[in-house]
Nanobody, 123 residues
Framework: QLQLVQSGGGLVQLGESLRLSCAAS????????VGWFRQGPGKEREAIAG????????YYEDSVKGRFTLSRYNAKNAVYLKMNDLTPEEIGTYYC????????????????WGQGTEVTVSS
């Protein structure tokens, strides 16, 4: 049973950076597609980044392209999301999610979820 433990959220100021971590146990993360999701206050959970289980191809939602970077380190069995130039519009709870499908870019296809981590950006 794959388990995901997240870390790295917190409070930052406008324009600052954070790196979120998602560490897996109970399975080889390299076999899974990973999605990073954000759920803002009163909003639905949406995918902002992902990596394919087939070829490690990356996906970024348009608003984060050029600022966010997803990376996977199989040796550490972990995935990271580096977020630069954060804005208050990106406040929310961030989740990593995994599945053996090719992609995890919608919440309903994810089998495994991290516990979520809060990101707050002050202006």
């Amino acid at each position: 049973q794959l388990q995901l433990v997240q870390s790295g959220g917190g409070l930052v100021q406008l324009g600052e950076s954070l790196r979120l971590s998602c560490a897996a146990s109970g399975g080889n993360l390299g076999n899974y597609a990973v999605g990073w999701f954000r759920q803002g206050p009163g909003k639905e959970r949406e995918a902002i980044a992902g990596i394919s289980s087939i070829d490690d191809k990356l996906y970024y939602e348009d608003s984060v392209k050029g600022r966010f970077t997803l990376s996977r380190y199989n040796a550490k069995n972990a995935v990271y999301l580096k977020m630069n130039d954060l804005t208050p519009e990106e406040i929310g709870t961030y989740y990593c999610a995994e599945d053996l499908r090719a992609w995890v870019l919608t919440p309903h296809v994810a089998t495994y979820w991290g516990q979520g981590t809060e990101v707050t950006v002050s202006s």
